[in-house]
C-alpha cells in the first residue's frame, strides 16, 4: 500500500478523489493539503465525508507533503500546479497532476493558449498524457502524468476510432458540440453558477475561444499523423454531473452501420470504461453517473449525409478523479479498474 | 372582438394558448374541445386557470364549434389534424394548425416523411407555413395558416439572414445541434419523461431520424433558391421550458464579426419579435421564457474557421402558442405583436 | 397615468416590477436607481428586458428620483430602506417599501428581531402593512407601505380565517413549515445557493431564527387578539421560484372538513387573489407561479387529530412583486387587481 | 460467499440493491427475476449496468429462484410480497422482504391501513422489522425480516432518542413533515410524476392518509412503552433521491442545547450509520446522497418554544436497499457495514 495526498484539497475534483479513494485498495490517504489559513476538516467542503475520515485539510506545505507521501494528486488550478510539481518530483513523489499545465506536447503551444509561461518546460516532456484508453504505453516510468481536460477526454474517444477512416469521412471541419453540468464550473460562487440564474436555462459560453480545443486538436493530430481542425461548442447545461458531446464528420460516400459499429467494436475491444453502444441504443450521462466509463454510440445518418458520433462521461470521474485513479494505476502498473469497477455480477459465484 | 376556440385543449400547447389569450384584445375565447368524455374543467389540466375561466373543455362536435367560433387553434397531433381541418375551413371558420400536417409545401414531402397519406392535398396548397418573420406576406387572405415546428421556427430564423452569402459560407453540410425541454415532448407520461429517469441526465433522441429536419430542408430551399442539405441533432433537457440551437457552417475566408453582425442587424430590422445579440452577448433561454422572441448571436470562431448561430426561443411560446397567435394576427390583420408584447417600458409616460 | 420609479433596481424583486409593471395600465416607469457606478442597461441583469426598456439603472439620487417620480418601489435590503424612506416621504413622493424596515407595528420589537436601532420611528407609524387582503382599509391615504415578508404573506393568509375558531382548534403551538424556492434568497451568489450546491439537495436553514417568525407573530396577534406563538421553519429547495406552507394545527374535538371548507370559503369570499380548494384538490407552487394567487386548502386529518393547512404562492409575485403593486393600487385606490389579472376567459364574449 | 437473488428486478430499489451488491464481499448474485415476459438485460431499466452484470431478469419462477439462492430480496409491491414469502421461507431461503406486507407487528392494524387481508400471519409474527441501528436484537434467526418504510426509517430515528424524556417534551401531538425525491415514487410513469408536471414545483400528497403514519406510530409505541399520536404530511420535491424530515414537538419547559445534544450523543454511540450533527451544523439530503446514512440534528428553538429534529436519508439506501443489506448483514451475523461502508480515510495507512 502506497501513501496518497491531495493538494488542492477543497475543489470538486478533490471530491470525486475522496469519494473513489477509499475504495482502492492500494493506496492510503495520508495528507490533504488546499488553501486554508488553518486545518479544516474535509466535511466542511463535503458534508457526506462527515465521520469518514481522519484527515484535515492543511494550509500547503510542499516539504511536509513528500515526506508523507509517495504519490500526490495534484487538484490546482493552472499556472499554479506547475510551480509545485517540479519540487515534487525532485522530492521523488509521483505525480498526477489534474491541471491543464503539462498537458500540452508543445510548450509554445500551452503557452498561447494559457497566455502564461511556463516554468517547467523540460518536466512537461516527461509528462505523458494521462489518457490510459488512447496513450497507455506512454505512462509507466514516468514522474509525472497529465491528466486530460474533460472534453478533450469525451472527444478523443470519441473520434479515435474513427482518424483511420479517412477514406469515408471528412476529417477536416468536425463540429463537436458538448454540454456539460455545472460543477464542471468548480466551486467558486459567481454569477454564471448562482442556482435561479442558471437552473431552468440553457446556454453557450466561451464560444469560438474553449481552450479545450487546442488541447483537442493537439493529441488528434497525433492520432492521425496530420493536423486537423474541429469547431468546439460548449454549453452549460443546468445538472450537476455529466458531460455530452455530439460530434458530426461528413460521409464521404456510402458507409453502412455496421461498418461504423465494426470500427469502433474492433477499435475499444477489451477496453474496460468504453462502451460501445449499438442497435439505436444511445448514450446518457444518468448511465455513467458516478463511474469511469465512456459510453459512445456511432449513428450513420443517411438523410443528413453524416456520422453523428455521441458521448457520455461523467465530468468528475472519468473526466477528472476518476481518470487521475485511472492513470495512477497505469503508472504504478497496476491493473486499470483498481479501486475503480465494482465485482462483475455474474452467476458463477 | 372576434370569437376563438381551441380544439385539443389538453395539451400544453393549448396550455400556453390559454395563458396568452387573456391578454389579447381582439379575441375572445368561446370554446374549449379535445379528447374528454364529458366536459372537464381546464383546471384539470391547467392548476394556474382555477377560477380564471368559465368555460369547459367539452367533447369534440365540430359542427358546435363551427357555430360559435370564428377562428379555431387546431391544437392536435398530426394526422389527426388533417381530418377536421377542411370542415372547418369549409363552414367558413379561420383555422390556425399547430400540427405537421399542413407545413409542407409537398404533399409527397409530407406524405413520406410522416409516412401517411396526405387527405387534404387541395388545402395544404392554400395552407401557407405560418412564419411571419420570414414568410408574412404568404398569411393573409389565406383559410388556414400551418403553424411551424418548435425546431424548424428557430434553425429557419437562424440561418434566413446567411442563405444570401453564399460567397462567404459553406450551405452545404450545416450542422444544427438543439436542445429542448421536456415540455416539447408533451403531456402524455412515458418512461423517457419520468421525473427520476429524465432528470440530471442528458441525451440524443431520434439521431439521424427527426422529422422537422426535412422541415428546415425544405423551406431553406425556399430561402436560398436551391436545395441545401443539414444535419441535425435534437436533445433531451431537464428543463421544462425552452429550445436552443448551436448552428455550425464553414467559413470560406476571412469572414469579420462585424460583418455578420452587419447581415443580421440589416435583415431583422424592425422586427419585433427578432432580438440579435452582438458585442459578445449571447442568447439564453431563461431570456426568452414565456415570450415570442427568438434571441440570435452569430459568432465568428476564427480559430475553427467556423460561423456559430446561437438561437433561444420558449418552445412553447414562440415554438407554438405564440407563434399561433402572431400568425392570427397577421392573418387578421392586427398588429403582429397584438397580445403578445407588453407596453414598451420607457422614459416618455 | 402616474410616473413611477424602482430604487434598487438590480435585485431580483425589481425584476418582477419590471416583468409586472408593462401590463399596468395607470403606471409609466421613469426612474431606475440602484446600486451600480454608472448607468447600465436593466438587461445586464435582467435578459428578457433585452430591446424593451428604453431606461438605465442609474447611480442612487434621491433628488432626482423625487423629481421624476409620483410614486417609488424601495427594493433594498431591510437597514438601507430605512435610509431613503423617510425623505422620499418628505418629498411627497409616495413609497412602496419591499424591506422589513417599515413591517413592524412595534419599533422595539423590529429593533430586536433586526438588531438594528430604527432611523424614522415616527414614519413607521404611519407606514401600515400592505397586505390588502387582511388589511386593506389600513392603506388609503398613508405615505407608504411596507410590503410583508414572502413567508408571512403565506402564513397569514392561511391562518386569518381560523383565529375565530379556537373552540374547535389549539391555537398556542401552531407549527409552520415553509419551503421556498431559491430566488427567495436574492441575487448575491454564495456558496449556499451555488448550483451544484443547492441542485438535488434538501435542507433547512435558520432553524429557529427566522425573522419572519415574529412578523408572522405580531400580526397573528393582531388578527387573534392576544399573543400566538408558532415555530417556524424553513427549508430551500432547489427550483427557482415558489413557496409552499405546511400548517399543522390541533384539533380540539370533532371538525367535519366541511366546517372548515366553511370557514375559508366564507372568509375569502370575493377575495379576488385567494383560492380556496376543496374536494380533496391541494395546491401546487406550479399552479401560481408568476401569478399573484394564494392558494390555500385546509384538511382535516383525522387520524393526526390536525387540520393541515396548506398554502403555495410565488414567493416573488405574491410574496413581493405583485403584493407590492396590489399594495399601490390599493393606496391609488384604484381595483387591486389593476395589472395583475388577465382578463377573465369566458363565453360572454 | 453465499448466493442471493432479487425478486422483482426492474424497480428502483432492486436498481439500487444491483448498485451496491457488486461491493459486498459475502454473497454472489446469482438470479434476477421479476414481472417480464421474457428474459431482459438489467442494462433496459439500468443503463449503468450496461456490461457489468451476465445476468438476466427472468420470469418469476419461485421454485428456480429457491434452488438458485440462499436468500432472497423481494423487491415487490405490497399484496404481491405475502403471496410469494411464504413459500421461499418454507423452501428454506432466508429473505428481506422490502415491501409493506411484514412491517406491522399487529396483522389486524396492517389489514385496516392496507385495506387487504393479511395471507400469511403466522409468518408475519416471525418477521422482524429491519431497523437494525434500532431493533437490531430481533433480527438474528428469523427467516425473514422486513425492511421499514423510508419514511419510517428516518422517523424512527429521528424519534428515538427522545421517548424517553417525557419530562421535558410533549410527545403527543408530534408534527413530522416530510419531503422527499421522485424515486420514492417508483419507476411507473404517470401524470404526477412527468418531468414537465412536477419539476420546478412543490406540493403535498396524501394528506392525512399516507400509510407510513400507522407504521411509525406502532414502533414509537413499541419504543415509548405507551401509544403516541403523531401528525405527518409528506411532500413531492423535484429531486431525484433523498428524503428529509422536520419533527416538531413541544418543550414542556426549559431544555437545553448541550442536554438534547448529549441525548443523541448517548442513544447513537458506536452506531456506524447514524450521524448526530452539533454545533449548528445541520443535515442535508446531499450529504447522504447514495450513502446508508441516516444523518441527525436537533435544535432547541427557544422562542418558538419547540425541539425541531431534522432527518436527511438517501430514500433508496438507507430508506430501502442500503437498509436491506443492513438488514441482511445483522440476519447473517456478519457486520453491519459490510459492503455499505468504505474503508476510512485516515493517517494510519
Known amino acids: 500500500m502506497i501513501k496518497v495526498g491531495i493538494l488542492g484539497a477543497k475543489g470538486y475534483t478533490a471530491g470525486e478523489l ?119 504505453e506512454d505512462i509507466p516510468g514516468s514522474p509525472a502524468v497529465a491528466i486530460p481536460g474533460c472534453f478533450p477526454t469525451a472527444a478523443l474517444l470519441a473520434l479515435a476510432p474513427l482518424v483511420a477512416h479517412e477514406a469515408e469521412l471528412e476529417l477536416d471541419g468536425i463540429v463537436i458540440n458538448a454540454l456539460t453540468g455545472v460543477s464542471g464550473a468548480g466551486r467558486a460562487p459567481g454569477p454564471d453558477y448562482h442556482f435561479p440564474e442558471c437552473n431552468e436555462s440553457l446556454k453557450a459560453y466561451k464560444v469560438g475561444c474553449h481552450r479545450h480545443r487546442p488541447e483537442i486538436e493537439e493529441k488528434l493530430e497525433r492520432l492521425a499523423g496530420r493536423p486537423l481542425r474541429v469547431t468546439f461548442t460548449t454549453h452549460l447545461i443546468p445538472i450537476t454531473r455529466g458531460e455530452f458531446l455530439t460530434i458530426t464528420l461528413s460521409l464521404k460516400g456510402e458507409v453502412r452501420q455496421t461498418d461504423v459499429d465494426g470500427w469502433y467494436g474492433d477499435y475499444y475491444r477489451g477496453e474496460p470504461f468504453i462502451r460501445v453502444l449499438t442497435g439505436g441504443a444511445t448514450p446518457t450521462t444518468a448511465g455513467v453517473m458516478m463511474t469511469n466509463f465512456c459510453d459512445l454510440a456511432a449513428v450513420v445518418d443517411r438523410d443528413g449525409g453524416a456520422l453523428i458520433v455521441l458521448a457520455a462521461i461523467d465530468n468528475l470521474t472519468k473526466g477528472a478523479g476518476g481518470q487521475a485513479i485511472q492513470a495512477m494505476n497505469a503508472l504504478m502498473g497496476w491493473p486499470e479498474t483498481t479501486g475503480l469497477l465494482a465485482r462483475r455480477l455474474t452467476t458463477t459465484v
Open 18 to 136: 475522496l469519494r473513489l479513494l477509499p475504495g482502492h485498495p492500494e493506496v492510503g490517504l495520508t495528507c490533504l493539503m488546499g488553501r486554508v489559513e488553518a486545518p479544516e476538516p474535509p466535511a466542511a467542503y463535503f458534508p457526506a465525508l462527515r465521520g469518514q475520515i481522519d484527515l484535515e485539510i492543511e494550509p500547503i506545505d510542499l516539504g511536509a507533503m513528500a515526506r508523507r507521501c509517495d504519490l500526490v494528486f495534484l487538484a490546482l488550478p493552472h499556472t499554479v500546479a506547475q510551480q509545485y510539481c517540479p519540487q515534487l518530483v525532485e522530492a521523488g513523489i509521483k505525480v498526477i497532476d489534474l491541471s491543464a499545465d503539462f498537458r500540452f506536447d508543445s510548450v509554445a503551444r500551452y503557452e498561447s493558449v494559457y497566455n502564461v509561461k511556463h516554468l517547467a518546460p523540460e518536466l512537461n516532456d516527461r509528462t505523458p498524457y494521462g489518457l490510459p484508453d488512447l496513450f497507455r
